[in-house]
């Protein structure tokens, strides 16, 4: 499986982009695609992840703002961004694994074999 995010940039503060992630094969074969961001300086975090039954789990800091979709005919998974704030300012990255997850694992980083390269968003007046 190979993934391709796309879709980052720099935007003003509340505003809002929608990441792309681009996967090779069908997206419909994936049950589990996660959303992760590394700012400078700090570790990678699960942003926002779904499941193919819909299902999502998200930090607590993008409740709210940040919701996830896929378009099976396109094979793409999208990362809708709101109200952007400049914490929001990191690399992010769109990643999948073969099999299911239970729930409360989706935010896990080390449960994703595949990765993208990341998308810099800028969030910044």
């Known amino acids: 499986v190979q993934l391709q995010a796309s879709g980052g940039g720099l935007v003003q503060p509340g505003g809002s982009l929608r990441l792309s992630c681009a996967v090779s094969g069908s997206i419909f074969s994936i049950n589990v695609m996660g959303w992760y961001r590394q700012a400078p300086g700090k570790e990678r975090e699960g942003v926002l992840a779904s499941r193919r039954d819909r299902s999502t789990n998200s930090a607590d800091s993008v409740k709210g703002r940040f919701t996830v979709s896929r378009d099976n005919a396109k094979n793409t998974a999208y990362l809708q961004m709101n109200d952007l704030k400049p914490e929001d300012t990191a690399v992010y990255y769109c990643?999948?694994?073969?099999?299911?997850?239970?729930?409360?694992?989706?935010?896990?980083?080390?449960?994703?074999?595949?990765w993208g390269q990341g998308t810099l968003v800028t969030v910044s007046s």
């Open positions: 990643a999948t694994r073969n099999g299911r997850l239970i729930l409360s694992a989706l935010l896990s980083a080390r449960q994703y074999s595949y």
